[in-house]
């Protein structure tokens, strides 16, 4: 069998994503997804399947799965895998834990997200005091960046002790710079605010609602959270954190993430002009990406290293 990389790739359709007229009729996954067929929901059969072989042309592909409407609408995976095996999400997780400042500023526990990360942490009352945790999420904190890009941390035995000596090279919010000690200063900052570990949040503040609880959150051998890396669940699973950002932050009847988060996270604080890699505009904002944002259409995604992805696509089909 070949080396896969644990590509997922988890594709929510949402069509009417954040729009005042979008159907107040809304699905959402028990234990259980409930099952559509494409052509029960208006969608060519010949294209989704088109879509499955594309995503697995590459043979390192695990899985895929479509959702539409929070039905599931077709899920494919590689020998050897099926609905209940666990990809790790690599940077994935930074949407999720990302989320977890959203929910306590909610809450009150975090006043604002130009907060200073000083008001939390207190070794950052150096040169690094004004840096404030919206520049933390929208990487534009100016801390230091080397060409390996801080990957030689995941190597570390202590992560954050390894994140809590990184200085500064640039002032804050004046260069957008994908930096992994970023968001593991956000477990930090979570444990001050809130007095519990983000894996804890995390589990008790979105995965249970979502029913998203068969998961692995990794910690290093210093029992530091991993906030900027690694996650492990089923496709499925993944599914289900994509299907609350579709919804505005709302599962059923609960309000999880509030709506103006959801929002200011769909808004690009940064945007891409059309690269040698690609010809879309592309951003990012607060701990996500967006593959795609103009008037055709867009599609924000959470993603992840050797290509894990949840993508949320608006009004594309």
Not at 136 to 164: R, T
Not at 271 to 277: I, L
Not at 291 to 307: L, M, P, R, T, V
Request: aromatic residues 12%.
């Amino acid at each position: 069998m070949p080396n896969r990389n644990l590509y997922i790739l988890a594709l929510l359709l949402a069509v009417g994503l954040m729009i005042p007229h979008a159907s107040e009729s809304r699905v959402f996954p028990g234990d259980e997804w409930i099952t559509k067929s494409a052509p029960d929901l208006n969608i060519d059969q010949g294209k989704v399947d088109r879509l499955f072989d594309l995503s697995f042309e590459d043979d390192a592909t695990q899985g895929v799965v479509l959702i539409k409407d929070g039905y599931l609408i077709g899920e494919r995976y590689a020998d050897g895998f099926d609905s209940s095996s666990f990809g790790t999400s690599w940077s994935m997780a930074k949407s999720f834990y990302a989320s977890l400042i959203g929910i306590s500023i909610d809450r009150g526990e975090i006043k604002s997200l130009d907060d200073k990360v000083s008001d939390y942490l207190s070794y950052f009352n150096d040169e690094r005091s004004e840096i404030t945790i919206r520049d933390i999420l929208n990487m534009a904190s100016g801390l230091q960046f080397p060409e390996h890009e801080h990957e030689l941390m995941f190597f570390k035995k202590d992560h954050l002790a390894y994140a809590k000596n990184i200085g500064v090279e640039k002032k804050p919010n004046t260069l957008f710079e994908y930096n992994n000690v970023n968001s593991m200063l956000l477990g930090d900052i979570l444990l001050v605010a809130t007095g519990k570990k983000a894996d804890e949040l995390l589990n008790e503040r979105i995965l249970k609602p979502i029913g998203a609880e068969n998961s692995t959150l990794w910690r290093d051998s210093s029992d530091n959270v991993l906030t900027y890396c690694c996650i492990d669940m089923s496709a499925r699973d993944y599914s289900r954190f994509g299907l609350l950002f579709s919804r505005n932050g709302k599962w059923e009847e609960d309000q999880i993430i509030s709506s103006d988060y959801v929002n200011e996270t769909f808004t690009p604080y940064w945007e891409f002009t059309p690269e040698r890699f690609t010809d879309l505009n592309r951003g990012y904002s607060l701990h996500w990406w967006f593959s795609k944002n103009d008037d055709e259409g867009q599609i924000f995604n959470a993603s992840g290293k050797f290509g894990n992805t949840s993508l949320l696509i608006e009004k594309m089909m």
